[in-house]
């Protein structure tokens, strides 16, 4: 079994920047892919960013690409997704996800509130 807990979210001003963090209680390593999605209120669950079980593949979602960035380090069974140049649209719940073909797990997600 795999506990996620994230961190780092919190209120900014358009313009700014978070890092989210994201941390397995057991041990993920390079088994499980990591991806991060988001629930903005109103709307369905949205896929932001993904890393591959090494960190040496990357994919983004069109409105993220160029301003967000997700890393990992497994060392550490970490996640982190950093954010720069927030946008009020970008306002949601964010979930960290892990995930292999015979798993799936999700944290509790953190608040990211981007004031205009």
């Known amino acids: 079994q795999v506990q996620l807990v994230e961190s780092g979210g919190g209120l900014v001003q358009a313009g700014g920047s978070l890092r989210l963090s994201c941390t397995a209680s057991g041990r993920t390593g390079s088994n499980y892919a990591m991806a991060w999605f988001r629930q903005a209120p109103g709307k369905e669950r949205e896929f932001v960013a993904w890393v591959s079980g090494s960190g040496g593949s990357t994919d983004y979602a069109d409105s993220v690409k160029g301003r967000f960035t997700i890393s990992r380090d497994n060392a550490k069974n970490s996640v982190y997704l950093q954010m720069n140049s927030l946008k009020p649209q970008d306002t949601a719940v964010y979930y960290c996800?892990?995930?292999?073909?015979?798993?799936?797990?999700w944290g509790q997600g953190t608040q990211v509130t981007v004031s205009s």
């Open positions: 996800n892990a995930h292999s073909p015979l798993r799936t797990y």
